[in-house]
T-cell receptor
Framework: ETGVTQSPTHLIKTRGQQVTLRCSSQSGHNTVSWYQQALGQGPQFIFQYYREEENGRGNFPPRFSGLQFPNYSSELNVNALELDDSALYLC????????????FGQGTRLTVV | EDQVTQSPEALRLQEGESSSLNCSYTVSGLRGLFWYRQDPGKGPEFLFTLYSAGEEKEKERLKATLTKKESFLHITAPKPEDSATYLCAVGSSSEYALNFGKGTSLLVTP
């Protein structure tokens, strides 16, 4: 068990709706990354937050946005959902220091219908 | 642009039949090469990080090695519970993202 928890585990949304996914990072970890994993693919980087500031972003449109809170938990918000947004959304938390690893949560399975 | 290619895409082994998974990569300044195990519908589980060519790490039946262009995940005498998708990812010194391969789906049959 990594100590990274995500909620909800599954949800179904309708095209055009908005969704918020949540992540509690491992204790002591101040960096959180979000990834999207389509079926049969490797995870794709969405963005990363360090001490409440976004400090890296992948090739995702602005309707994907996020927040990090003072306790280092994080949210991923997706507006105007599209069918292609259906995927497993993964949150990873990183420790401090030069050589650290990313520990992933169990993911949120989002289905857009 | 960083690239990660894993092979084979799928591998079926008999219990006890050792084999290796390959991860070829190109990266501008390697920060680390990461191996993860992922069970269906679950998040990736961290296995190893390798930082420099020549480095090796072991955990139970798994051994990871690293050269300047590729990494191998050797599985010795696998058991059915080793069945999973194995993901390789590279982190570069110039960006924060982990760049993942598509994974190798391993099935170990009794």
């Amino acid at each position: 068990e990594t100590g990274v928890t995500q909620s909800p585990t599954h949800l179904i949304k309708t095209r055009g709706q908005q969704v918020t996914l949540r992540c509690s990072s491992q204790s002591g970890h101040n960096t959180v990354s979000w990834y999207q994993q389509a079926l049969g693919q490797g995870p794709q980087f969405i963005f990363q937050y360090y001490r409440e500031e976004e400090n890296g972003r992948g090739n995702f449109p602005p309707r994907f946005s996020g927040l990090q809170f003072p306790n280092y938990s994080s949210e991923l918000n997706v507006n105007a959902l599209e069918l292609d947004d259906s995927a497993l959304y993964l949150c990873a938390s990183w420790g401090t220091g030069e050589n650290t690893e990313a520990f992933f949560g169990q993911g949120t399975r989002l289905t857009v219908v | 642009e960083d690239q990660v290619t894993q092979s084979p895409e799928a591998l079926r082994l008999q219990e006890g039949e050792s084999s290796s998974l390959n991860c070829s990569y190109t990266v501008s300044g390697l920060r680390g090469l990461f191996w993860y195990r992922q069970d269906p519908g679950k998040g990736p589980e961290f296995l190893f990080t390798l930082y420099s060519a020549g480095e090796e790490k072991e955990k139970e039946r798994l051994k990871a090695t690293l050269t300047k262009k590729e990494s191998f995940l050797h599985i010795t005498a696998p058991k059915p519970e080793d069945s999973a998708t194995y993901l390789c990812a590279v982190g570069s010194s110039s960006e924060y993202a982990l760049n993942f391969g598509k994974g190798t789906s391993l099935l170990v049959t009794p």
